[in-house]
């Protein structure tokens, strides 16, 4: 008793019950004609009764799907199967802008690259156009320079370092 007074209150056992109640007058009409009238034309609107009350009940109230039933019709389901393919075109969309996003990221990173080379190949010119103002300054101090009031040894250092100055200079 405890069982059904939890489950009649749900739709799938109130359902039930209108049916054991519709198989039960069935089974007392067809099984009790001495209990009931012998009367047939009765016998079968009594019936037809019964049988409308379980119609009526059963188009009010649509027994709910089970859990399985449920997911079985959601996958079989033509609108699922559109849902899919319009799901699977949104992520392929997304994808391309993403890898056309990724190309242009890379060559912009190519751009910059290539701008970073060439600044820094500008910047090793420069820098070898200063060193060679500055060797060149340092060649001029040197081949400028009085030995006259020097050491045997001093001018020995200053003549070897001219001579190299003039053989960089013919190259």
């Given amino acids: 008793m405890h069982c059904y007074i939890e489950f009649s209150k749900y739709p799938k056992w109130q359902t039930r019950e209108l049916e054991t109640?519709?198989?039960?007058?069935?089974?007392?009409?067809?099984a009790s004609p001495g209990t009931a009238t012998n009367d047939?034309?009765?016998?079968?609107?009594?019936?037809?009764?019964?049988?409308?009350?379980?119609?009526?009940?059963?188009?009010?109230e649509k027994?709910?799907?089970?859990?399985?039933?449920?997911?079985r019709g959601k996958a079989d389901d033509i609108a699922s199967k559109l849902s899919l393919k319009t799901v699977w075109a949104a992520k392929q969309e997304k994808d391309e802008i993403k890898?056309?996003?990724?190309?242009?990221?890379?060559?912009?990173?190519?751009?910059?690259?290539?701008?970073?080379?060439?600044?820094?190949?500008?910047?090793?010119?420069?820098?070898?156009?200063?060193?060679?103002?500055?060797?060149f300054e340092l060649d001029e101090r040197i081949m400028l320079t009085d030995t006259t009031g020097m050491t045997d040894v001093q001018k020995?250092?200053?003549?070897?370092?001219?001579?190299?100055?003039?053989?960089r200079g013919l190259e």
């Avoid at 034309?41 to 188009?59: G, H, K, M």
């Avoid at 027994?63 to 997911?71: E, I, N, Q």
């Fill in 40 to 60: 047939p034309a009765n016998a079968c609107s009594v019936r037809t009764d019964a049988t409308s009350i379980r119609t009526d009940a059963l188009e009010h």
């Fill in 99 to 135: 890898e056309a996003a990724r190309n242009a990221r890379y060559a912009q990173e190519l751009e910059l690259r290539k701008e970073e080379i060439a600044l820094k190949k500008k910047e090793d010119a420069r820098n070898d156009r200063e060193d060679a103002r500055r060797q």
């Fill in 156 to 167: 020995q250092f200053y003549q070897s370092k001219k001579k190299e100055i003039l053989a």
């Fill in 21 to 30: 109640s519709v198989k039960k007058q069935k089974k007392t009409i067809d």
């Fill in 63 to 71: 027994r709910p799907d089970g859990v399985k039933k449920d997911k």
